[in-house]
């Protein structure tokens, strides 16, 4: 059902030029990517400028038309879920990497641009991101910037909310913020590009960003672990972190459960390496020297040993051994095909927390459903978990997803952690928002949408739950 006005549509297509707005059935051209219900509005502009941007958004406030931002769509939380009546403002022409210093170590760039894309700009220079994902050939600068993304190097770089250090938004009512400053130390006033990060498109549009770039190591050394703990995995990031040479680059935990989904859908094996361990560790040092990296891998591994005299290691000897390593951890998408939408969830806890916390959370799992028993992969290093159940969402009705919630949640305030790390709110997490958030932070979290985009136009429905009259 077309629910634009024909009037609107001729405005937008005015600012944007003819083939830069689809929508009905042309609308099946376009990626959904996630969810289906990302394009449930029919709609989508693709806009070239930020002066274009601005144009659409004074327009859609006008029309009183909703927008909601789409990057690469990879979001897991329903962020970019659009409904009829509603616009999807994609940022797919905003793709130009605009500059790189390998002097400042900085790179500016517009929203569209993927994260795979900058890394290979960036390589060209012997830098690197600071930051990765599985996702990194879909994923948007701006997307990630919008959610706050953190990924696998997070322990060392941090996350978006690190990298960050200028950006240009378009706001709810046309105006643009633009502050693209390029340099880390910047005392000058509220630091308001941070109202942004991790507002996933309710507070502004991001159009451009300047991403702080990390010189890339000249050689890299991988070695999966097969542990008897989480203790055990832990005294081994500690390890990697104290390493005599080269620098830690990821500590990614895959434990029993997923690693036998991957290895076994990959038939991966490898000579000694037994598939029953509790948990498997993937390791990664860089440096310059990658025989000096794989001297120091075989000192981790002589000291793992000597402690635990059952564990496995594999040290690959080729990028090509690195790389079947590297998809025992990525292949997620391995546990949707076979459970789809199976219910996720995305915590951080306190290293020290970790074991007794997974411990806590499966048996109460045991206790609700013995059936339950979730795939468990994250990185270990900054105390992030990634919990899959092992059912298809349509076989969890809603009451028992609500108490899997309250095992998971109960007490990960108490112990300092958070209970959605890099995925979001979206839609799907607004209830655990309202629930867990103090009254004084949903109070002010409120206050800022409302001095931000009073008429609730940029992604509604998101984030925060509507306030009771």
Known sequence: MDCLKPAFKAEILRIVGDGNFKDGEAISTIDYGVAPENLGARAVVFPRTADEIAAVVKCCRAHGVPLVTHGGRTGLVGGAVSRPGELVLSTARLNRILHISPIERVAVVEAGVTLQALQAAAAVHRLETGIDLPSRGSATIGGMASTNAGGIAAFRFGVMRHRILGMEAVLADGSIYSDMTRVVKNAAGYDLKHLFVGAEGTLGIITRI????????????????????????????????????????????????????????????????????????????????????????????????????????????????????????????????????????????????????????????????????????????????????????????????????????????????????????????????????????????????????????????????????
Not at 210 to 228: N, S, Y
Not at 255 to 282: E, M
Not at 445 to 451: A, D
Request: glycine share 8%; aromatic share 6%; charged share 20%.
């Open 210 to 469: 300047a991403v702080k770039l990390e010189p890339q190591p000249a050689a890299t050394a991988t070695v999966l672990f097969g542990l008897p703990s989480v203790d055990a995995a832990l005294a081994v990031v500690r390890r990697g972190l104290d390493a005599e040479y080269g620098q830690l680059r990821a500590a990614e935990a895959i434990w029993n459960t997923f690693f036998r989904l991957t290895s076994g859908h990959q038939s991966w094996s490898a000579v000694d390496y037994r598939t029953d361990h509790p948990i498997n560790l993937l390791v990664s040092l860089g440096g310059t020297e990658e025989d000096a990296l794989q001297a120091e891998l075989g000192r981790i591994y002589e000291d793992v040993i000597a402690d635990h005299p059952d564990a496995s290691a594999v040290i690959a000897s080729s990028g090509a051994q690195e790389v079947d390593l590297w998809r025992l951890r990525e292949d997620t998408d391995l546990i949707y095909r076979k459970h789809p939408s199976a219910p996720s969830y995305d915590v951080s806890v306190p290293l020290s927390e970790i074991g007794a916390y997974l411990e806590r959370c499966l048996e109460g799992l045991r206790e609700l459903d013995a059936a339950l028993g979730p795939y468990l992969f994250g990185h270990l290093a900054d105390g992030n978990l990634h919990i899959v159940l092992n059912a298809a969402g349509s076989d969890i009705p809603a009451e028992k997803v609500k108490a899997i919630e309250t095992i998971l949640y109960r007490d990960i305030g108490g112990i300092g952690g958070a209970f959605s790390a890099e995925h979001g709110i979206g839609i799907k997490r607004m209830g655990q928002l309202s629930d867990i958030s103090g009254p004084v932070k949903l109070a002010l979290m409120h206050r800022v949408k409302e001095t931000l985009d009073s008429a609730a136009i940029l992604n509604p429905g998101k984030v925060l739950l509507p306030v009771s009259p």
